[in-house]
């Protein structure tokens, strides 16, 4: 069914590769029902929507596309929702803002089964795709350094060294070695082999404790938000949503679809530059924002720590699939999730040497040619910088076609390209993010 022998994998790695996934990304389900707490939106309720929407989306991810890719609430649309569209503008509420979602869920649906967003796929330029997969690397690096401590922020220089004598970053830094020598002897398995014994060691040292037990039941405290998309559309048009709804629709298409192309590329999936079954993968995010809008949880995107599971050797949906099937599991295991991934330097050690794996892709870039090599520069350098990877892409599509006219190669630029960076140059100049 997943193909394993034609994609050189086998279960045992998939299945890994799946745990590995799993553990570096299930925070999730901790940080978005925190993050959208400050909306007003109940813990319990946007727990177990996370969980319904990350199960739906990657288990498309898995049976149609057979993409080892993992599907959740984006992070950054979470703190746009609850921030800008919800704190920042009067007499919306949070299920007026749910509405917004959903409706832009619905619009992405249909965007997904034309052939417009993989036709998006192709037109990005090779150089920027190699841009988008290097930016991701050192995006993910830099989340992986912060989350523990090691880079922390500074008040004249934005960010600098932490204290490394921290129990947090002590932990990453040990982690990170342990890691890093089962990788080098070639152990399979070794970025969660790896987690496993940072784990360990925060238990023994008192870092990781489980106080509030291992076990409680999943619940929606408000039933389902949404159940009625004439409601909600004109919740949209009552509110003159219309930006918000723009705002969501360009962000999340662009986090995927470059997401997709970053973990897409390091697992040597893309043929001739192009992404197969690129319409099953796209509609994966785009059905589970739909849903996960319902039960009340911000835009699901594909997930940048998919990447970890593809360097442990994930090559096909089966690694979704195991991804999905620990989600679903998470739900009745809501105290220990809660408390494994409260501790960050577990999971960091893997996001760090992923980063430095995906980071390779800057070698295909051609740096002897300005027009091609500074818009790949800019999403490299403006992903991590504004914790932002549609905002990278953006400053990638804006500064591309122009570089190309002043070239007088205007020709090469794919027509969906102008379009974008007017787009996008509405987006980061007019309007919130």
């Known amino acids: 069914m997943?193909?394993?022998?034609?994609?050189?994998?086998?279960?045992?790695?998939?299945?890994?590769?799946?745990?590995?996934?799993?553990?570096?990304?299930?925070?999730?389900?901790?940080?978005?029902?925190?993050?959208?707490?400050?909306?007003?939106?109940?813990?319990?309720?946007?727990?177990?929507?996370?969980?319904?929407?990350?199960?739906?989306?990657?288990?498309?991810?898995?049976?149609?596309?057979?993409?080892?890719?993992a599907i959740a609430p984006g992070m950054g649309l979470n703190a746009y929702f609850a921030y800008s569209v919800v704190g920042g503008q009067q007499n919306i509420n949070y299920e007026t803002a749910?509405?917004?979602?959903?409706?832009?869920?619905?619009?992405?649906?249909?965007?997904?089964?034309?052939?417009?967003?993989?036709?998006?796929?192709?037109?990005?330029?090779?150089?920027?795709?190699?841009g988008i997969s290097a930016g991701i690397g050192l995006f993910i690096a830099f989340i992986?350094?912060?989350?523990?401590?090691?880079?922390?922020?500074?008040?004249?220089?934005l960010v600098g060294l932490g204290d490394?004598?921290?129990?947090?970053?002590?932990?990453?830094?040990?982690?990170?070695?342990?890691?890093?020598?089962?990788?080098a002897l070639r152990i399979n398995g070794a970025l969660?082999?790896?987690?496993?014994?940072?784990?360990?060691?925060?238990?023994?040292?008192?870092?990781?404790?489980?106080?509030?037990?291992?076990?409680?039941?999943?619940?929606?405290?408000?039933?389902?938000?949404?159940?009625?998309?004439i409601t909600a559309l004109s919740a949209v048009i009552g509110h003159s949503l219309y930006a918000v709804v723009f705002s969501f629709i360009l962000v999340t298409i662009f986090d995927t679809t470059g997401t997709m192309i970053g973990v897409a590329n390091q697992a040597g999936l893309m043929k001739n530059g192009k992404l197969p079954r690129a319409r099953q993968a796209l509609l994966s995010d785009s059905v589970a924002t739909s849903i996960g809008a319902m039960f009340g949880t911000s835009p699901t995107t594909a997930y940048i720590e998919s990447t970890s599971g593809v360097a442990a050797g994930g090559r096909t949906g089966l690694t979704s699939l195991t991804v999905a099937t620990l989600f679903f599991l998470s739900a009745f295991?809501?105290?220990?999730?809660?408390?494994?991934?409260?501790?960050?330097?577990?999971?960091?050690?893997?996001?760090?040497?992923?980063?430095?794996?995906?980071?390779?892709?800057?070698?295909?870039?051609?740096?002897?040619?300005?027009?091609?090599?500074?818009?790949?520069?800019?999403?490299?350098?403006?992903?991590p910088l504004t914790s932002s990877i549609s905002t990278g892409i953006a400053l990638g599509f804006i500064s591309y076609p122009i570089l190309k006219m002043v070239k007088g190669k205007w020709r090469e630029v794919h027509p969906l390209l102008y379009i974008f960076a007017v787009l996008f140059f509405y987006q980061l100049a007019f309007l919130p993010h």
């Open 164 to 183: 490394l004598q921290s129990p947090s970053a002590l932990l990453a830094i040990v982690g990170l070695a342990v890691t890093l020598i089962l990788m």
């Open 98 to 130: 749910f509405a917004a979602v959903f409706i832009a869920g619905i619009i992405f649906v249909i965007l997904s089964l034309t052939p417009f967003r993989e036709k998006l796929i192709d037109a990005i330029p090779e150089n920027l795709k190699y």
């Open 333 to 383: 295991f809501g105290p220990l999730v809660s408390a494994v991934s409260g501790i960050s330097a577990i999971t960091a050690p893997a996001l760090i040497i992923v980063g430095s794996m995906m980071m390779g892709s800057i070698a295909k870039i051609k740096w002897d040619e300005l027009d091609e090599a500074f818009p790949a520069f800019l999403v490299i350098l403006s992903m």
């Open 192 to 229: 969660f082999l790896g987690m496993i014994i940072t784990g360990l060691i925060a238990f023994l040292t008192n870092q990781l404790s489980f106080d509030q037990g291992f076990i409680s039941l999943p619940s929606l405290p408000e039933g389902l938000l949404i159940g009625n998309p």
């Open 144 to 157: 992986g350094m912060r989350m523990t401590g090691i880079i922390v922020a500074h008040p004249s220089n």
């Open 2 to 69: 997943f193909k394993l022998k034609e994609n050189q994998t086998n279960t045992k790695t998939e299945l890994l590769a799946g745990i590995t996934t799993f553990f570096t990304m299930v925070y999730i389900v901790v940080v978005n029902p925190v993050i959208l707490a400050d909306a007003g939106v109940p813990f319990e309720q946007v727990f177990t929507a996370t969980i319904i929407s990350a199960v739906v989306g990657t288990l498309w991810m898995a049976l149609f596309a057979n993409y080892p890719i």
